[in-house]
């Protein structure tokens, strides 16, 4: 009977929400207007606008550009001291006006992008129920069970084409933040907007809270997630299963981008999901392409061909297997069977070499288990000799001088990527790899690190940051509809990103472009994506005559004039020098 009354309603209240205007055509007026974050102009709504919206006498005089608001808002942000208080200054410019909050990002993308995402998410993650100011994102919780649906009609916008869902249980390099992890979606998805250029109205942040074993924050009193130990096993699935059967009734067409799971369940739902539904894993497939492509823009420097390298990797976990698996299919292409590209690749973990004779090897691990003796990472790289050595353990200072020294004895250009994240927890420092390579070392890692003088010599490290491939990724999953993400798309995004490396970056020793021709090299990724869709077969929508054209057409524009372009990003401002002691900031 219950049920039967339940279907009644929901009929009833679909036929309603027909009739209704929808959340994104109501038409707000006075401070409504200008507390909604999408439509807010504030001191730039023109004295028609004010006169027409109901703001006459609620703003000061001047209208002003969106240029000088940004600069007022950069203004503010460059008087904070530290990353956290501009973090939160960030978010509360997001929160009060979406398009300022975009436009000046997208100007500044160098000096705003480490403040928004990583390093400075991490901190903001550990801290995120002490910062907390306004919610964003949707928090799904046990006490959901069977009412996942109806919460997704909650959701303000209607045309959702990206979520990113996170359960917080490995956030960065930082352990277990359960539902402090919210950092994460929120940040990744401000990336896709700025970097990829997708429309702020179709991304939905999602946290999916079932619990946390971090005691400490559950003693927290300020905690705000669920606060219960971490729920696993059926009832996990279940709940999961619940969100993305309501995500494909309710976002048909929206992508799920899986974020700091734990390795066990991104491997799991991956492979669960991802030949049924439009889904992918960055730590896993994201960092793969993204490792790929400054592999491949190395080559240029060292003139060795992928197909000759022989790459180790510190760590063994999604990020560490997921290129590892990305690597043997490039191997593959380049004429190398299956067995031989899995040679080439070895996994060093937390007990030394992965080996077939260990007793017990992850199913994550075992393709890539040698035919060795068990071996410490330094005698691992004085067997194996690799010509590419790639940290992804979340541990610092696991790359050592004498690892460093090992790889420089082997190789004139040692490639040494320490990819973990945050900056705190790296392999190792920039200056440590230029000086214990002695000035050799090809180097990239997670989080950006500043530029190294050494020996009368500038080297400026690639930030192998994941933002220069998920976003053109998205875009070009969003606007071919593709019904899945193809292994194929993350190889041509890699080829695509690695093609837009110059020898000028290449000559500073970088392997990726740098940050401030991010849409351009988004749109370019893009592209091949929408191409390798309708290779693959996958495409939803067929590609359109001119790709990329369309692409950049596409992509949104936070100008509150449509008709003027969207601003090109300049690159970082120098540091501000401090002011003397007792004068104004
Ligand atoms: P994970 O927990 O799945 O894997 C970590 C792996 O490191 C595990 O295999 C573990 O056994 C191993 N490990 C831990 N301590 C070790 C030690 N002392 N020596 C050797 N191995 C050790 O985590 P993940 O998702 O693979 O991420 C790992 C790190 O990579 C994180 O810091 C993350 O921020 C970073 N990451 C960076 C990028 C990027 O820069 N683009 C992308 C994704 C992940």
New binding site residues.
Partial sequence: MKKFFNRVAAKFRAQVDKWLPSNDQCEPRGYVLMDAEQTNKSTAFTREERDEKGLRGLLPHKISTQDEQRDRALENLRRKTSPIEKYIDLSNLQDRNERLFYYTALSNIEEVMPLIYTPTVGEACEKFSHIFRKPRGMYITPDDKGKVREMLDNWPHDDVRVIVITDGE?I??LGDLGANGMGIPIGKLALYTVCGGIDPAQCMPVMFDIGTNNEKLRNDPLYLGYPQERVRGKAYDALMQEFVEAVQEKFPKAVIQFEDFK?ENAFRLLNQYRDKVTCFND?IQG?AA?ALAGVLASGRITGQDFKDQRIMF???????TGIADLMVKELQEKGLSEEEARKRISL???KGLVTKGRAKIEDNKKPFAQDHAPASLLEAINDLKPTVLIG????AN?FTKEVVEAMSAINDRPVIFA???PTS?AECTAQQAYEWSKGKAIFAS?SPFDAVEYNGQTFKAGQ???AYIFPGLGLGVVLSESEKVTDNMFLAAAKALAAQVTDEDLKTGTLYPPLSKIRDVSAKIATAVIVQAGDDNVFGVPQPPNCEEYVKKHMYNPSYDAGTPAPESKPAAKPQPKPAPGTAP
């Fill in positions: 490995r960065l390099g390795t730590d960092t993204v510190l760590g063994a976990g999604s990020a560490a060093v973990d937390s992804a353990t979340g541990v696991t990819l973990s994240n927890h997670g192998g940051n994941n």
